[in-house]
């Protein structure tokens, strides 16, 4: 794959095949934030039912293109076309989702005050929102994040990651085929220079982000000397799946490998460690041994269809390779080995290893197809390993009693924690995020409602009156 001729030139290559799929001049960030501003007020303006049916108009237009927008995520992530269709249907149903959160998460209340008035609470739009997104889930994702922020009246720029832009231009087309003005929700393609110059604009209100928790951190530090602005930060997660005692074996491995290697392991919910009581080591090794070797990886349109298709592209495939090799030269034991059958392209086999004896095991997001094992003699050892980390995504307990998992609820630290289901896949009527280097405590999915407006308190009467009884003379 070629490198952009130009700094300002974004241009979009299919994993699976390294062809161009895509090619465009970045974005002129003062122009977009102009025209956002000049948009607002009449959007804000809007009766609350207007922008919900615009908004779905925009589902219409989605469901209409379906096939299409999937295979372009097929072809633009390199994720597996039965992968890909899952994700437009995400993106239609966000709208219904939306819809419901906002009243219940920011419905009007009006209740009796002092001298027979009333007392309201409403919520008002911030403005003018900036939109992050990444590449692994480049449709589902910011979509999480522009529909609630229309419903609720604000304005939209959207910066799709530089890897998946014409996912992005697509997404956005359908919001303005819906009706919904090109001012109000805007694309605009660049790179992390435009990313950083919207995030340091004064015209806009707040930025709404979902990637890597390294540019989380700089995007809360550009922005912590200026409180006015939201700031919403979904990041990475270095997450754990808990396997205690349990007898379904072939169950609790196809959990493990749903958990680490769907989505060629490019997703922040994926497992990244997965620890092991001893009695469990021997048992579940042999069944995820035998049930990896079996994980069809290949380009997404293929037939039969594949489990998982590349990374997202020659550096993320080196750096995980590197990754391996790491862990292999400092400790690591190699259950399966990661390979890479192409150098030219990004595919990898899942790889597994073994660091329970590595004396200072990294701490970091491993964002590809690669499972970390640690053995542990208890689980409560388990649970401590497991919170060995400054991420707090997603975590998983496989087996053990309803107290087991009482206990690992209460003690462990994530803001999704599932028993006996996978560390990904969570749903949209939930809460979406976690804590540390995982997000600020502003989780999306059900509850971006909360950060897409804010609350405003009242006192009200219709006619002035004053009730002062003490401190003033006769």
Known sequence: MSQPESPTEIISYEPATGV????????????????????????????????????????????????????????????????????????????????????????????????????????????????????NFPAHLPNGHIVPALIAGNVVIFKPSEKTPAVGELLIKCFHAAGISPDVVQFLPGGPEEGKALVAHRGIDGVLFTGSAQAGIAINKKLANNPGKIVALEMGGNNAIVVADTPKIPDA???????????????????????????????????????????????????????????????????????????????????????????????????????????????????????????????????????????GLSASLIGGSPQDYDRFWANIRAGIVNWNRPTNGASSNAPFGGIGLSGNHRPAAYYAADYCAYPVASTEMEQPRASIGVGFSA
């Open 20 to 135: 161009e799929l895509w090619r465009s001049e970045a974005g002129n960030v003062d122009d977009a934030v102009s025209r956002a501003r000049r948009a607002w007020p009449a959007w804000a303006a809007q009766p609350l039912g207007s922008r919900i049916e615009a908004c779905r108009r925009f589902a219409n237009e989605v469901r209409k293109q379906a096939d299409p927008f999937a295979e372009l995520i097929s072809r633009e992530t390199g994720k597996p076309l039965w992968e890909a269709r899952t994700e437009v249907e995400a993106v239609i149903n966000k709208v219904d989702i939306s819809v419901t959160a906002y009243a219940e998460r920011t419905g009007q209340k009006r209740f009796d005050s002092a001298l027979q008035g009333t007392a309201a609470v409403r919520h008002k739009p911030h403005g003018l929102l900036v939109v992050l997104g990444p590449y």
């Open 253 to 391: 491995a196809m959990l493990i490998v749903q958990s680490a290697f769907t989505s060629a392991g490019q997703r922040c919910t994926a497992a990244r460690r997965l620890i092991l009581t001893e009695n469990m080591y021997g048992p579940i090794m042999e069944e995820l041994r035998s049930l990896t070797k079996r994980i069809i990886v290949g380009e997404p349109f293929a037939d039969p269809a594949p489990f998982m298709g590349p990374v997202i592209d020659n550096i993320a495939a080196e750096q995980l390779m590197d990754s391996f090799v790491y862990l292999l030269s400092n400790g690591g034991k190699a259950i399966k080995h990661m390979t890479r059958p192409d150098e030219t392209l990004p595919f990898l086999t899942p790889g597994i290893i073994d660091t329970t004896e590595m004396s200072d095991k990294p701490d970091v997001e491993l964002f590809g197809p690669l499972l970390q094992v640690i053995k542990v003699d208890s689980l409560d050892h388990g649970i401590a390993e497991a919170n060995r980390t400054r991420f």
